[in-house]
């Protein structure tokens, strides 16, 4: 069996890498002799990172359909869906809405696996409310023909089953949870780990709170550290700390997984540092600067860990942290019942997507 897998990888975000190492976990289980190659923004980065088979992903502009055209990139992209058996697009807010430009470059991914007349996968997708009718006309296009379609939270699943009616549609966890991790004790370290992402409505206002926040950790003489999820947040974070150790951007996956059991308590401002405290037993709170991280701790009964973004300053964010700290057994036991229980949410919809690739 020979599976096409594109999605926004290669692009330094840990979101879409921990996506696609947990596609790659699922897909090796249902069908270990799979022939998987990965469409990604940097093929050589990603054909290095996970020892697979990549080439670049269709081009969505004239210049660069034009490029990939006469450097030979868009001939061995379509060979390789031309031979494919299924084609996936996987998983996280590929279809979100917030970004029309985002939409039209996964919608052309999918545009060309359907001309070539290939069963397309969609799967742990997140999908956003919107008025937009174009936006709708879009997810319409791309969802109604798809021959599987999973996604990661009910909300989605209703938005959806209006969009594409008497489509079947499954549920399922963010592909964090399908991932091996490795267990190990968490230590009490007096540390605490702030994930940021640049909200630009509230930058100013963000980074008084976030820096507030700092110093008040610092008087009880806790270790405070900066992770970047994204590459795009590194700068931003080298702006607003001067007294913590800023970690630089990484994408090895048992590092992260490590910093996160180090930690006593996480601020998360990216769903998948969020996630990433979940499945590693750290208390967090996280900040919902999109629909996709309510719905998704929504889907988990962990809604309490919310925070809105206008809610985020430095009194409230020491009340919750020393809140916290009184409740941290309870709360590691409960993170770890839940990463649990979305290992096994992951497992009956593979028995799903296993009865169609088979």
């Given at each position: 069996?020979?599976?096409?897998?594109?999605?926004?990888?290669?692009?330094?975000?840990?979101?879409?890498?921990?996506?696609?190492?947990?596609?790659?976990?699922?897909?090796?289980?249902?069908?270990?002799?799979?022939?998987i190659?990965?469409?990604?923004?940097?093929?050589?980065?990603?054909?290095?990172?996970?020892?697979?088979?990549?080439?670049?992903?269709?081009p969505?502009?004239?210049?660069?359909?034009?490029?990939?055209?006469?450097?030979?990139?868009?001939?061995?992209?379509?060979?390789?869906?031309?031979?494919?058996?299924?084609?996936?697009?996987?998983?996280?807010?590929?279809?979100?809405?917030?970004?029309?430009?985002g939409?039209i470059?996964?919608?052309?991914?999918?545009?060309?696996?359907?001309?070539?007349?290939?069963?397309?996968?969609?799967?742990?997708?997140?999908?956003?409310?919107?008025?937009?009718?174009?936006?709708?006309?879009?997810?319409?296009?791309?969802?109604?023909?798809?021959?599987?379609?999973?996604v990661?939270?009910e909300?989605?699943?209703?938005?959806?089953?209006?969009?594409?009616?008497?489509?079947?549609?499954?549920?399922?966890?963010?592909?964090?949870?399908?991932i091996?991790?490795?267990?190990?004790?968490?230590?009490?370290?007096?540390?605490?780990?702030?994930?940021?992402?640049?909200?630009?409505?509230?930058?100013?206002?963000?980074?008084?709170?976030?820096?507030?926040?700092?110093?008040?950790?610092?008087?009880?003489?806790?270790?405070?550290?900066?992770?970047?999820?994204?590459k795009?947040?590194?700068?931003?974070?080298?702006?607003?700390?001067?007294?913590?150790?800023?970690?630089?951007?990484?994408?090895?996956?048992?590092?992260?997984?490590?910093?996160?059991?180090?930690?006593?308590?996480?601020?998360?401002?990216?769903?998948?540092?969020?996630l990433?405290?979940?499945?590693?037993?750290?208390?967090?709170?996280?900040?919902?600067?999109?629909?996709?991280?309510?719905?998704?701790?929504?889907?988990?009964?962990l809604?309490?860990?919310?925070?809105?973004?206008?809610?985020?300053?430095s009194?409230?964010?020491?009340?919750?942290?020393?809140?916290?700290?009184?409740?941290?057994?309870?709360?590691?036991?409960?993170?770890e019942?839940?990463?649990?229980?979305?290992?096994?949410?992951?497992?009956?919809?593979?028995?799903?997507?296993?009865?169609?690739?088979?």
């Open positions: 069996m020979k599976l096409v897998i594109s999605g926004n990888y290669g692009a330094h975000n840990n979101g879409d890498e921990l996506i696609l190492e947990g596609i790659l976990t699922a897909i090796r289980r249902i069908k270990p002799a799979a022939e190659t990965v469409l990604s923004e940097k093929p050589h980065e990603t054909k290095n990172k996970y020892e697979i088979n990549c080439l670049k992903k269709f969505a502009g004239l210049r660069s359909f034009f490029t990939r055209l006469l450097n030979g990139d868009f001939k061995k992209t379509s060979k390789a869906v031309k031979e494919c058996d299924f084609f996936m697009l996987g998983g996280g807010g590929l279809f979100d809405g917030k970004s029309l430009k939409m470059i996964w919608a052309v991914q999918a545009a060309f696996a359907y001309h070539y007349k290939k069963p397309v996968i969609l799967y742990a997708q997140s999908i956003s409310s919107t008025d937009s009718k174009l936006k709708k006309w879009i997810i319409k296009k791309v969802f109604k023909k798809a021959s599987f379609i999973a990661r939270d909300n989605s699943k209703e938005i959806l089953k209006n969009i594409v009616p008497g489509k079947q549609i499954y549920t399922m966890p963010d592909m964090i949870f399908r091996e991790n490795q267990k190990m004790q968490n230590g009490t370290h007096d540390k605490v780990l702030i994930c940021p992402k640049k909200i630009e409505w509230m930058k100013e206002e963000l980074k008084k709170a976030l820096m507030g926040f700092v110093n008040n950790l610092l008087q009880l003489n806790k270790k405070v550290e900066f992770l970047a999820f994204a795009e947040d590194q700068k931003y974070l080298e702006d607003i700390a001067d007294k913590v150790e800023i970690h630089q951007f990484i994408e090895d996956k048992n590092k992260i997984f490590e910093i996160f059991k180090e930690a006593d308590f996480a601020l998360c401002m990216r769903l998948h540092s969020a990433a405290a979940i499945v590693n037993g750290t208390p967090f709170v996280a900040v919902n600067y999109n629909p996709k991280v309510k719905n998704s701790l929504k889907s988990m009964g809604e309490k860990y919310l925070i809105e973004p206008e809610d985020v300053d009194e409230k964010l020491m009340e919750i942290f020393k809140k916290t700290e009184a409740e941290k057994n309870g709360i590691k036991k409960e993170l019942e839940v990463a649990l229980a979305q290992l096994k949410k992951h497992l009956e919809v593979e028995s799903h997507l296993k009865a169609l690739i088979d």
